[in-house]
């Protein structure tokens, strides 16, 4: 035997596992070889079985068979063996390989990529629900500095998905009383115990917008006063003298655009 191989290294459950085995014979006569898939959990338990029609490996010849075992598996990890018999139910030889079984998984994590101290951001987890049943659990994520020093965990959300189809659970959080800086939102959904995840995505917290930074260039400072001074009913005077020398003003893109 020269080779083993599954289609895929993570399956779904009840996604039927295909497997490819090489036999070469290197000796002076045909053989004919019968062959034995067996699946087996992570306690070594065997699972699944799957025999193959007897076949023929002509001498000094290679011969690939294709086997494959449907059915159910549930989430974790399993060994997919094959086994060669000869005449006699001799073993003549067997490979063995490690896949996964995955009944869920985070699809995504949605976030603004810019959010400015003191004002309210979306965070939506995606969750993918690969059994045919229906499922629930807890959706939690957390908001942490990537500096660190900074790490709060937002109230879990319950989240329930239907078998085969995907939902999502919207969190909201509002950066106060942190630094500006760049943030990780950190998402895990458990469902029966299992915990799914960490998915984790990057954002940035900016300083409060500046509504006196006319000409969109991150500052307040004398061209932006004099364009005051030519319109004064662009803003009021007592809040503009609050941002003047501000150089930190968030470059923002232009809100609603569509899209
Ligand atoms: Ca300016």
């Not at 085995?21 to 992570?42: F, H, P, R, W, Y």
């Not at 985070?106 to 629900?129: C, H, Q």
């Not at 500052?219 to 364009?227: H, M």
Request: charged share 15%; net charge negative.
């Amino acid at each position: 035997m020269t080779e083993f191989n599954t289609d895929k290294s993570q399956y779904r459950p009840k996604e039927s596992i295909c497997t490819t085995t090489s036999i070469a014979n290197v000796g002076d006569v045909a053989m004919i070889l019968e062959a034995e898939l067996i699946i087996k959990n992570q306690l070594g338990e065997t699972v699944g079985t799957q025999n193959s029609e007897p076949f023929q490996v002509p001498s000094g010849d290679a011969f690939v068979l294709e086997l494959c075992w449907a059915g159910y598996l549930g989430d974790g990890a399993y060994t997919v063996q094959i086994a060669l018999f000869g005449g006699r139910a001799t073993m003549v030889g067997g490979a063995s390989t490690a896949i996964s079984v995955l009944a869920g998984e985070i699809t995504g994590i949605e976030v603004p990529p810019m959010l400015p101290l003191g004002e309210e951001g979306a965070f939506k987890i995606s969750f993918a629900n690969y059994t045919a049943g229906q499922i629930s659990g807890e959706a939690r994520l957390t908001i942490q500095n990537s500096a660190g020093g900074f790490s709060q965990d937002l109230p879990p959300q319950p989240i329930t998905i239907a078998g085969g189809s995907q939902e999502s659970a919207t969190f909201m959080w509002t950066p106060e009383g942190v630094p500006a800086g760049d943030y990780s939102a950190i998402a895990i959904v458990e469902i029966d115990g299992q915990a799914y995840g960490p998915a984790t995505k990057s954002f940035a917290v900016t300083p409060p917008p500046c509504k006196g930074d006319f000409d969109d260039d991150g500052d307040v400072d004398g061209v932006d006063l004099s364009q005051l001074a030519k319109n004064p009913r662009l803003l009021d005077l007592a809040v503009f003298a609050v941002e003047f020398g501000r150089t930190n003003c968030p470059l923002l893109p232009p809100k609603g655009t569509a899209h």
